[in-house]
């Protein structure tokens, strides 16, 4: 039996669900960048802190503060998806740059440590209201697309990444030139934010679900949805990944530029001596090429399964990661084998591109046959996010301290290897998803809740 995928169209017109989900992705640049100028703008500020007033702060207090925003994000993600599903995407996703307005104009008016904890849980806040109920607007638009709902998820990513990226590159001078009103105009950008959610999404209006029937509240819905074989699954796989990924944006910056010690280090061609001007060349030549991976690997979900995209990102982040073992021990060697290796090293990062918006696809797909709880399911992309940066910055520490870039190189490794455990499962349960998408509506919620396997046909 063939169903056709039922068009955008039926939320409204074409032209304006397009809009929408240009302006989500565009709000959600915005909104990213205003974290990450928050982030970097908070590290100078307490660098700073005694000449306005406040106590010294040592690393363990500026850790405590990092942590604080993830746990934030950790607990309060799953109730904003679940409010997001009872009273629509589109307000609760304007609630994320209240929140971060209010957090950041409080951090430049106080110089009180716990005062600033206070403002990191309010920011944690923002991307728990902003990234469910957008990534919940997301899946809704793109039921049945599968093209489009790549594209979109990829361009989610590359709008993340991005704005992070960018905030954090804004802050440095901005603070030289600003000082703590850096916080201010901060808001004005969160302003901004609002501005794009507020006037250029159009609420979609789904007709309701196989599981929307009366007697199940959101709550029990949502811990129904916690107990299934798809999160269980699914979970490992990207929370590695996120690990994998979160181990060096915490750690691999110190490690580049400290001045190098020890007899590991005296081995280690990559550790210490790179100047932050050279380590922002390189990061920004790896951040185009992992642009360029989400663009391409986001526009194959016609083609390739979620789980194979999947399986080529981890095998690509392994050829990354054997490749840059092979630079960090090429002193000595001819100029062109670190070259090669370097280059093998880029092509591995931009087919692991692939894994983190496939991953996002799944979730999404997932989310089809409980069409009254997409929000709540897509707030699961924040609780894996966070554990995933958690879990790597712990890790990565440990590893960094023990064994320097070597001890990264293998910590990567063994959780690219936890998350190809779960993938051959994923695969069975992906083919359920494809039964749930041309099931009709009263044999689908039926279908979503029995456990096992279902083979390809």
Wanted: glycine letters at 14%; charged letters at 10%.
């Amino acid at each position: 039996m063939h169903v056709e995928p039922t068009p955008l169209p039926r939320f409204g017109t074409l032209a304006a669900v397009h809009r929408s989900l240009v302006a989500v992705l565009v709000g959600t640049f915005t909104l990213r960048f205003s974290t990450g100028l928050t982030g970097a703008l908070l590290i100078y500020y307490l660098a700073d802190l005694p000449r306005h007033g406040g106590q010294t702060v040592d690393p363990t207090v500026v850790g405590l503060l990092s942590a604080t925003f993830f746990v934030a994000e950790l607990l309060l993600s799953p109730p904003f998806g679940v409010l997001s599903d009872r009273l629509g995407q589109r307000p609760v996703m304007q609630l994320g740059p209240g929140f971060g307005a209010v957090a950041v104009v409080l951090t430049g008016l106080t110089t009180s440590v716990p005062l600033l904890g206070v403002t990191r849980l309010l920011e944690g806040g923002s991307s728990a209201a902003s990234v469910p109920s957008i990534l919940g607007y997301i899946a809704r638009a793109t039921a049945g697309e599968e093209a489009v709902r790549g594209r979109a998820v990829a361009r989610f990513e590359l709008a993340t990444l991005a704005g992070l990226g960018a905030g954090t590159v804004a802050a440095g001078p901005l603070y030289e030139v600003l000082g703590r009103s850096a916080f201010f105009l901060n808001a004005l950008v969160y302003g901004g934010s609002w501005l794009i959610y507020r006037f250029g999404v159009h609420e979609l209006r789904a007709p309701a679900g196989p599981l929307a029937g009366p007697g199940r509240t959101p709550w029990r819905r949502y811990g129904a949805l916690l107990s299934s074989p798809y999160v269980w699954l699914l979970a490992p796989t990207w929370i590695a990944v996120n690990a994998a990924i979160g181990l060096w944006t915490s750690q691999s910056l110190f490690q580049l530029v400290r001045r190098p010690t020890g007899a590991i280090a005296g081995r280690q061609l990559l550790m210490g001596g790179f100047t932050p001007t050279q380590v922002s060349v390189g990061l920004a030549v790896g951040l185009l090429v992992f642009f360029a991976g989400l663009l391409y690997w986001g526009g194959r979900f016609k083609a390739l399964r979620r789980t194979t995209i999947i399986l080529y990102g981890i095998g690509g982040g392994a050829a990354s990661i054997g490749c840059t073992f092979v630079v960090n021990h090429s002193g000595g060697q001819p100029p062109v084998v670190p070259i090669v290796f370097i280059l093998g090293a880029a092509a591995g990062l931009f087919v692991l591109a692939g894994a983190t918006p496939a991953a996002l696809g799944l979730l999404a797909d997932v989310s089809e046959a409980h069409p009254q709880d997409r929000g709540a399911i897509m707030g699961l992309y924040s609780v894996f996010l966070a554990l995933g940066q958690v879990s790597g910055s712990l890790i990565g520490g440990e590893a960094a301290r023990l064994l320097g870039i070597d001890g990264l190189l293998g910590a990567t490794m063994v959780l690219l290897a936890v998350a190809v455990l779960p993938l051959s499962q994923l695969r069975a349960l992906e083919y359920r998803l494809d039964a749930l998408h041309v099931a009709p509506p009263e044999e689908a919620a039926a279908l979503a809740e029995l456990p096992g396997r279902v083979d390809a046909p």
